[in-house]
T-cell receptor, first 112, second 114 residues
Framework: SQKIEQNSEALNIQEGKTATLTCNYT??????LQWYRQDPGRGPVFLLL?????KEKRKERLKVTFDTTLKQSLFHITASQPADSATYLC???????????FGTGTRLQVFP | DTAVSQTPKYLVTQMGNDKSIKCEQN?????MYWYKQDSKKFLKIMFS???????INETVPNRFSPKSPDKAHLNLHINSLELGDSAVYFC?????????????FGNGTRLTVT
């Protein structure tokens, strides 16, 4: 069956460290993979997009990697801050559908 | 100035009632969506419209009927509400359908059915 899995447990890290979140998928052939941030009581906000032929994408303190062999994307936040605390969602779009399918999300908590 | 706005933010109602949620986007996007986020925070697509035309209609009960009067608006009407309909419903829009256009979400409507 098709699945997109993210760490279900919350990730707790200390301020200043690098947070690494994983997104694994099975039985999909994604054309694109996107990452979103969701704060409590708010809608998801788009952060980064990576195409299947790209290995890595960066934006300020954020970095996304995409390994189609491992069927995995990693999302890194360097020099993390308490303000980075939120739930992070990965989402993928396949070639044969128009649907953006979301993972289950990982809650990140950065403590001072 | 809000890009995607949906009303109401909270909706508490009894089983069997009919209710509507409204959504408007001022981004000039062609495509609009309804997503449902359950208690486990799983976000699942329900419908999408491209320029007022229904594109995606997931396995959603017939009690849910979307309506798009123009490409800036997508409303969701729910008939005969059930306890299991309790969730947060998100409206979203994107520039186009089926490509890498990121989604812009509203802040959700928390529906509670008692």
């Amino acid at each position: 069956s098709q699945k997109i899995e993210q760490n279900s447990e919350a990730l707790n890290i200390q301020e200043g460290k690098t947070a690494t979140l994983t997104c694994n998928y099975t039985n999909y052939s994604p054309a694109y993979l996107q990452w979103y941030r969701q704060d409590p009581g708010r809608g998801p906000v788009f952060l980064l997009l990576i195409r299947e032929n790209e290995k890595e994408k960066r934006k300020e303190r954020l970095k996304v990697t995409f390994d189609t062999t491992l069927k995995q994307s990693l999302f890194h936040i360097t020099a993390s801050q308490p303000a980075d605390s939120a739930t992070y969602l990965c989402a993928l779009l396949t070639y044969n559908t128009d649907k953006l399918i979301f993972g289950t999300g990982t809650r990140l908590q950065v403590f001072p | 100035d809000t890009a995607v706005s949906q009303t109401p933010k909270y909706l508490v109602t009894q089983m069997g009632n009919d209710k509507s949620i409204k959504c408007e986007q001022n981004l000039g996007h062609d495509t609009m969506y309804w997503y449902k986020q359950d208690s486990k925070k799983f976000l699942k697509i329900m419908f999408s419209y491209n320029n007022k035309e229904l594109i995606i209609n997931e396995t959603v009960p017939n009690r849910f009927s979307p309506k798009s009067p123009d490409k800036a608006h997508l409303n969701l009407h729910i008939n005969s509400l059930e306890l299991g309909d309790s969730a947060v419903y998100f409206c979203a829009s994107s520039l186009r359908t089926g490509d890498n256009s990121p989604l812009h979400f509203g802040n959700g409507t928390r529906l509670t059915v008692t």
